[in-house]
């Protein structure tokens, strides 16, 4: 409320000093300043001292702090220069104490935070951290970026947090022979748990797949032939696989097994009746839950004639119904015909 009061009592006062001698003689024609307060609406012209020119409200004047933006400009741009040449003429110790403690005792020679200059921009000097791990990098790089030990923060690999030692069981599926960089081969011991490349892996059952390592660790992501094998007909369901028709499930490039669809596939294909040879197609998922069967060793019961209600019926339905009636029709001719004989 007070922050209000004291917003509505700036927009209400009359304009500062400062802007009433940066008010432009010539471009105001006919308009007072004194008459004009911060909320006014006017668009006007400012000239400031070092004779800048440009158009703003009071408002947008009282928002920058009533300062000329050219000169504001060129201020900061003075200060970001002096700063610059400030860090150049002194060390690394002297611009950023906190870095300078991860110096490498060692390492670096003679070079030290005392005498190394600050804007010493591409050159790599060693680092080591509270851990004792040793690294190198420009201090530039460092500086900006706010950059930390690379082996703390799993972007760097070593024994600690490669994948061999972090999820052995993962790094037993690791594919030697197709994961090489350069001709080099890589191994999990060279890769960070993890890291987002995608590699080859290799399962206990043989078959080869690629995936990202971070994606397996995270997702706890396996074998996907083997995870599809396990969701099949053929080990759900291997009674019913047996009726899976032998060569009507063929295609130009590929044939189809009841190891490559999911129990519950909503995929019609080809089935072969083991009792009278009948083919004919159904949808797997039907099958497999029981609810569809050889029309011939189980022909479909006649519907009551006087039905309560007629049901609409989409056309799949309709079609079925006369397929069925056919079925009923064949089987009823065929007895008819066995009793003549």
């Known amino acids: 409320m007070i922050t209000l009061t004291t917003n509505l009592a700036s927009y209400e006062k009359g304009l500062s000093n400062k802007l009433l001698s940066e008010w432009h003689p010539t471009k105001n024609n006919g308009i007072d300043p004194n ?21 703003a409200t009071p408002e947008e004047r009282l928002k920058k702090n009533e300062e ?9 741009a003075q200060k970001k220069t002096n700063e610059k040449e ?3 003429s002194k060390t690394l110790r002297e611009v950023d104490p906190e870095l300078a403690k991860q110096w490498h005792p060692t390492k670096n020679g003679d070079i030290t935070p005392d005498n190394v200059p600050f804007d010493e921009k591409w050159t790599s000097y060693w680092w080591q951290c509270k851990r004792s791990h040793s690294w ?32 052995p069981d993962l790094a037993k599926e690791w594919f030697v022979f197709e994961n090489t960089n350069l001709g080099d081969i890589i191994t999990p011991y060279d890769v960070v748990y993890n890291s987002k490349e995608i590699v080859h892996w290799l399962c206990e059952q043989g078959h080869i797949w690629e995936e990202r390592i971070s994606k397996r660790v995270k ?33 130009s490039f590929s044939s189809k097994r009841p190891e490559d669809v999911a129990a519950n596939s909503y995929e019609y294909v080809w089935w072969l ?24 060793c189980h022909p479909p019961t006649s519907k009551p004639k006087n039905s309560t209600k007629p049901n609409k019926k989409g056309t799949y339905n309709t079609v079925r ?4 009636q056919r079925i009923i029709f064949e089987n009823t001719l065929r007895n008819k015909l066995n009793k003549n004989k």
């Open 321 to 324: 119904d006369i397929e069925d």
């Open 136 to 167: 190198e990098e420009s201090i530039k790089r460092r500086h900006d970026h706010k950059t930390v030990c690379g082996y703390c923060s799993d972007k760097l690999v070593n024994e600690e947090n490669c994948l061999a030692n972090r999820y």
């Open 86 to 88: 400030n860090k150049a």
């Open 35 to 55: 008459e004009l307060t911060y909320g006014s609406y006017e668009y006007l012209w400012w000239l400031c001292a070092e004779g800048h020119e440009w158009g």
């Open 273 to 296: 009746c083991p009792t009278c040879n009948n083919e004919y197609q159904a949808r797997v998922s039907q099958r497999n839950t029981g609810n569809e069967h050889c029309k011939i």
């Open 219 to 251: 997702n706890d992501i396996e074998c996907p032939i083997c995870l599809k094998l396990k969701k099949s007909l053929a080990v759900l369901n291997p009674k019913l696989a047996q009726e899976w028709h032998p060569t009507k499930n063929s295609y």
């Open 68 to 76: 000329c933006p050219e000169c504001l400009k060129k201020n900061r």
